[in-house]
């Protein structure tokens, strides 16, 4: 084996289970005698609660447990603040059922065990509640304005942070431009939308003291922490498995969910597994949402088209709580400027608490937001000043000379600084005016308009800090039995492949066929220490972390090859499985290197005689195991980034708008994109490509419709507009790969790349489609019908 | 905490039952079920096969796709009672018994058509539905989404799965 997997595409190793319907996501885990939970949620979203009888539901046939907040002893408690930040000002969270009061429609007030969830639900339906329902206030703008009914009494203003971050000296690059751009643009709410909701079941061992959890989670690791303090446990005795998880976008990664605490505490209290299974309506209602933010950017430019300042204020709705703390509004902030030279920020948020489910990172976390902004500003810009939009932003570009570009005085949402590390800018925007036809199109674009067709040019760049810290890790180790190398890390997947990319890099390493390395994460009884897979951090945390540790565990069976092989360890290569001495057909294979490493007493099988103690290879002059070695070929390294690395993207598109009908169609789409070096090129443009039609949903149909009295209007698939194939045109993605110089494997992110421009393109392309008809702006997104036909509308036509 | 102690808990709701008969994979299944059971919840927690899944439970997701008497049926809008009768394939019986890969399967590995693979069996059983009908399959861009309209995917863009389609088509002589 002497081809290097790392780069290639590779097929993944987890597809033949989860073909055959073998996959195991957590309500598919066979566990006998599980009890089933439904919860009674507020219909209010805003209400004080004067009476809650349960006496009815508790009597029901079939009902084991009924629990409200008065029957959770210590778990009546407001759950964790999960990042502080100083910024905010009595920070809200919420408490697993509602105490006195609820705060958004959905919010859980009783949870109910039974025999079944069909029997469940039936009697949360006999919980008798009565609310006393309050005013509240769903507009982001006006909930900031003194008198607006406050989602929280104690909270004036409905104000949950303050913040303001700048890099060099705004004011003074404002007072000295020479043209200024003004723009106000809007994102709204949308949802993560895993098709499998979330999911978590229980099992207490009364004998052993072990608590077992399956949860659908992103963050095993932290879940299982957390836990373990709730319920006063040592950390060992509470097992948290990630198994299959159908999808997550960052919905997965809150921790806690009421679920997540009240499951486990009513399996140890009853003794017998119980479970929960979120159900799509609940998934609408209970599970974290993101997006809204309303900004207006200012550009400071000169009459070149150069920018030299940016200022930008920006609401951000939190929804009713602020678990995650500021981190969505950071990384719009700190992404503001994009890919960008602009020396000069002003950047400040306000985060504010709506009536509504709380809001955490969901796929872009704030850089779609981000980017629009900047995006839509640059257009404006460009036509404010006569100039391409190509053009402007050429001007602009950090150049490759430049790198690494700093942005004193801004930190990302590690806490650490923003520092542009590399890239190729200005050729990604080459590459994708070339794969759009750019230069074409104007004629294009005109001999479609005089048969009445309307097309459009779109344009977005972006950037995307990836690869947060604080730190991962992973263990290496070569199985003496198979041959086949085992692999651990702290994270888990919900469909990016780990399995794959993580078995690629350990593959060059020891010389082994990636299929023959098995990659297990997501249970913390096989690997503990670690974070989560979020912020598209796996395979530049994770990676590097495993990669260094292959390349301990590759030493250390050179070395022992070389001394079974009896030649000089330069002499030694790694292929096949096997160790060879080069140049000949001798070698060992690497399951004989690996139990010849594990000084043995009894011999298990005709490998093992030889590392038993009479053996011939055996040592008799000191201990078997040196001072200061350890048995078998294993490591475990850790990885921890000095700060994020950047990558960026350019997305173009050429879209047909009918003004008649009011609709959108993209005839083009293209995405240069630069991940730094790609492990799994296929991988890669499936992140990209899912991505993108996330985004496509963002830019044109997704948007949870919250009503002014706080219900929401479309908590169903059949109402909430995701895409289907129809909805998605083919995709042009072409890669560049600028390596990124912070970490050995060269990688960064790609997680959320796909995303991040969309809206922005989109609304650049209808923007241009109609320009024919008279000055149209799209400054909102979805871009919707009736947005497209009251702005037509707008001008007479 | 208040530790309860261990109540007696009954085996299962006191819904009524209703004897069904069906075929499910090829084997004759013969169940008391409850009448207001979904078959997606009976297949998947009264027969085991998990491979099922439930995406949506009103109809839109297409993730709990089976075959109903070789018609592809959404299996969270049926009642297991409904299914009395019927002959009922799933994700399970699609693979050959030594695991190997069907060639719609086979397709979907090569052109990585699926990531997290929660909404996959629905497609897959989807498909495999429409390459069993007696008709000639329509592959161009705009036939094959259409094949794939009914079925969600959160995490492809579906371009792969588009791809899918016609190598499966590839693979089985079909185009």
């Known amino acids: 084996m002497s081809t290097r997997t790392f780069g290639a595409r590779i097929e993944r190793n987890i597809d033949p289970k989860l073909l055959r319907g073998e996959g195991a996501f957590v309500d598919d885990i066979p566990l006998t005698g599980v009890l089933h939970s439904a919860f009674l949620r507020s219909p209010h979203a805003r209400a004080g609660i004067k009476r809650l009888d349960a006496a009815a539901a508790r009597r029901h046939p079939g009902v084991v447990a009924v629990y409200t907040c008065d029957d959770i002893g210590a778990l009546d408690m407001a759950m964790p603040l999960l990042i502080p930040h100083p910024c905010m000002t009595d920070p809200q969270t919420q408490r697993p059922l509602a105490r006195g009061d609820v705060h958004y429609v959905g919010q859980t007030i009783a949870m109910v065990v039974a025999v079944d969830r069909y029997t469940a639900e039936d009697a949360a339906s006999l919980i008798e509640v009565d609310y006393e329902p309050l005013p509240v206030e769903m507009d982001l703008e006006k909930a900031l304005q003194t008198g607006a009914p406050p989602v929280h009494p104690k909270v004036p203003n409905n104000l949950a942070a303050h913040f303001v971050q700048t890099c060099g000296t705004p004011d003074e690059a404002f007072a000295r431009a020479e043209h200024i751009t003004k723009i106000k643009v809007q994102v709204d709410r949308s949802t993560a939308a895993p098709m499998e909701c979330r999911s978590i079941a229980a099992n207490w061992d009364a004998v052993s003291g072990e608590l077992t959890v399956w949860d659908g989670t992103q963050a095993p690791i932290s879940v299982r922490g957390g836990l373990a303090s709730v319920f006063q446990l040592d950390e060992d005795k509470v097992r948290v498995i990630a198994p299959d998880v159908g999808g997550g976008f960052g919905q997965k990664v809150l921790f806690f969910y009421p679920d997540e605490l009240l499951v486990p505490m009513a399996a140890m209290q009853l003794g017998r597994p119980v479970k929960y299974i979120e159900d799509r309506r609940e998934n609408f209602i209970g599970s974290s949402q993101e997006r809204t933010q309303i900004h207006v950017i200012e550009l400071a430019a000169l009459k070149t088209g150069e920018v030299i300042g940016l200022r930008d204020i920006f609401l951000h709705d939190t929804g009713a709580f602020i678990p995650y703390g500021i981190a969505v509004a950071q990384v719009a902030s700190t992404s503001i400027a994009g890919p960008y030279r602009i020396p000069n920020i002003f950047v400040e948020f306000k985060a504010v608490y709506t009536p509504t489910v709380q809001v955490t990172p969901y796929r872009g976390c704030g850089r779609p937001q981000a980017c629009f902004a900047i995006e839509r500003a640059m257009d404006q810009l460009a036509s404010e000043l006569g100039l391409d939009r190509f053009e402007v932003r050429r001007r602009n570009f950090v150049t490759e000379k430049e790198f690494p570009y700093p942005r004193e005085g801004l930190l990302f949402a590690d806490g650490l600084k923003v520092t542009l590390d590399s890239g190729q800018y200005a050729k990604a925007l080459g590459m994708a005016a070339a794969e759009l036809g750019a230069a074409d199109f104007p004629a294009e674009q005109a001999k479609a308009l005089a048969e009445g067709r309307y097309l459009g040019l779109g344009l977005a760049c972006y950037v995307e800090g990836t690869g947060l810290g604080p730190y991962e890790g992973g263990h290496v180790k070569i199985h003496p039995i198979t041959g086949k190398v085992y692999v651990n890390t702290g994270l888990t997947s919900q469909g990016q492949g780990h399995d794959t990319v993580f078995a690629q890099i350990v593959a060059d390493q020891l010389g082994v066929r990636p299929e023959d390395v098995i990659v297990v994460e997501g249970d913390t009884k096989a690997f503990d220490w670690g974070v989560a897979t979020f912020a598209s951090r796996a395979a530049v945390v994770s990676g590097n972390a495993i990669h260094k540790t292959a390349m301990v565990v590759r030493q250390k069976t050179l070395l022992a090859a070389a001394n079974m092989l009896e030649v000089n360890i330069d002499d030694v290569e790694l292929r096949d499985s096997a160790a060879w001495v080069k140049g000949s057909n001798r070698f060992v294979p690497l399951a004989a290197v690996a139990t010849a490493s594990n000084p043995l007493r009894y011999a298990f099988n005709e490998a093992a005689q030889a590392a038993t103690q009479f053996a011939p290879a055996s040592k008799h002059d000191g201990p078997p195991l040196a001072e200061g070695e350890a048995p078998g070929l294993e490591a475990t390294e850790y990885f921890s980034p000095s700060q994020s690395t950047w990558a960026y993207g350019v997305h173009g598109a050429i879209v047909e708008v009918d003004p008649g009908l009011c609709t959108v169609k993209i005839r083009k789409y293209v995405c240069i994109h630069d991940c730094g070096n790609m492990i799994n090129p296929t991988i890669v443009e499936g992140q990209v490509l899912g991505g993108i039609a996330q985004g496509i949903g963002g830019a044109l149909y997704e948007r949870l419709d919250y009503q002014p009295d706080g219900n929401l209007a479309n908590a169903s698939l059949m109402d909430f507009l995701m895409p289907y194939a129809t909805e998605i045109p083919n995709i042009s993605v072409l890669h560049l790969e600028t390596p990124s110089p912070l970490n050995p494997l060269g990688v960064k992110g790609v997680g959320e790349a796909g995303c991040i421009a969309v809206g922005a393109v989109v609304a650049s392309g209808v923007e241009d489609a109609l320009r024919a008809l008279g000055p149209i702006t799209f400054r909102h997104v979805p871009l919707t019908p009736s947005m497209i036909s009251d702005a037509l509308e707008q001008i007479g036509h | ?175």
């Open chain 2, 1 to 175: 905490m208040k530790r309860m102690a261990k109540p007696s808990i009954p085996e299962r709701s006191s819904d009524p039952r209703i004897d069904v008969s069906l075929t499910v994979n090829g084997e004759t299944i013969h169940r008391a079920v409850s009448v207001r059971m979904l078959l997606s919840d009976f297949l998947r927690h009264e027969l085991g096969l998990t491979g099922t899944h439930v995406g949506c439970e009103h109809g839109v997701c297409g993730c709990c796709t089976v075959l109903i008497d070789g018609k592809a049926g959404r299996s969270c809008l049926t009642l297991a009672v409904q299914a009395n009768g019927t002959e009922i394939r799933t994700i399970e019986s699609v693979a050959e018994a030594d695991g190997t890969l069907h060639p719609i399967q086979q397709a979907f590995k090569e052109c990585h058509a699926l990531q997290c693979g929660y909404c996959t069996p629905g497609m897959v059983m989807n498909i495999l539905a429409r390459f069993e009908e007696p008709y000639p399959l329509d592959l161009s861009d705009a036939g094959v989404r259409d094949m794939l309209s009914g079925n969600l995917c959160r995490c492809t863009g579906y371009i792969n799965i588009i791809a899918a389609v016609r190598r499966a088509a590839e693979l089985l002589g079909r185009t």
